[in-house]
């Protein structure tokens, strides 16, 4: 079945450090991918998609390629700050249309300092 | 601006107790789903609905059970909560159809203890 591996957290990184977050994922066919980020106290949100090889998602600062020879969707800032402290879910969607479920990584915590 | 709304936001239980999570949105979603957040094993799917009077099982339905009368609820039930049921739970929509970009909307979640 589908399933997606992402790095272990925590990952603690000085504000304005470069932030590499690695997810890779095993499905059949083509899914699309997502990037998700839940603030401390609330529910996720969608930070960046990406539907096809190639496509590069972005958002926010943060970019993620789907990259299909490595079958991996790696997320990346330049510069973070401390507002990106955050748990950073990187997910796929098998199919379309009202079939598609959303398969979730396990989570990777950042945390930012000064 | 409400979006997804669950309740209550927490709940604690003793063994064997019943309960309702509700959930509500007023996006006219016709996917509707929840899921539960444990520690180290990310977020797993209970149940979903593509549309009122369809549902369906996930990942890990035992101990739950759902209905879907409107398109704007889905609310969850536990029967007989076990510990092992202690955790977070989200519920989420999502359009269909032509206008489906795959993207899940989110409500707060709703932590639950079993004791």
């Known amino acids: 079945g589908d399933s997606v591996t992402q790095m272990e957290g925590p990952v603690t990184l000085s504000e304005e450090a470069f932030l590499t977050i690695n997810c890779t994922y095993t499905a059949t066919g083509y899914p699309s991918l997502f990037w998700y980020v839940q603030y401390p106290g609330e529910g996720l949100q969608l930070l960046l998609k990406?539907?096809?090889?190639?496509d590069k998602g972005s958002n926010k600062g943060f970019e993620a390629t789907y990259r299909k020879e490595t079958t991996s969707f790696h997320l990346e800032k330049g510069s973070v700050q401390v507002s990106d402290s955050a748990v950073y879910f990187c997910a796929l969607s098998g199919l379309t249309g009202t079939a598609s479920k959303l398969t979730f990584g396990t989570g990777t915590r950042l945390q930012v300092t000064l | 601006n409400a979006g997804v709304t669950q309740t209550p936001k927490f709940q604690v239980l003793k063994t064997g107790q019943s309960m309702t999570l509700q959930c509500a949105q007023d996006?006219?979603?016709?996917?509707m789903s929840w899921y539960r957040q444990d520690p180290g094993m990310g977020l797993r799917l209970i149940h979903y609905s593509v549309g009122a009077g369809i549902t369906d099982q996930g990942e890990v339905p035992n101990g739950y059970n759902v209905s879907r009368s409107t398109t704007e609820d889905f609310p969850l039930r536990l029967l007989s909560a076990a510990p092992s049921q202690t955790s977070v739970y989200f519920c989420a929509s999502k359009l269909t159809g032509g206008a489906n970009t795959g993207e899940l909307f989110f409500g707060e979640g709703s932590r639950l203890t079993v004791l």
């Open positions: 996006m006219n979603h016709e996917y």
């Open positions: 990406a539907t096809k090889a190639d």
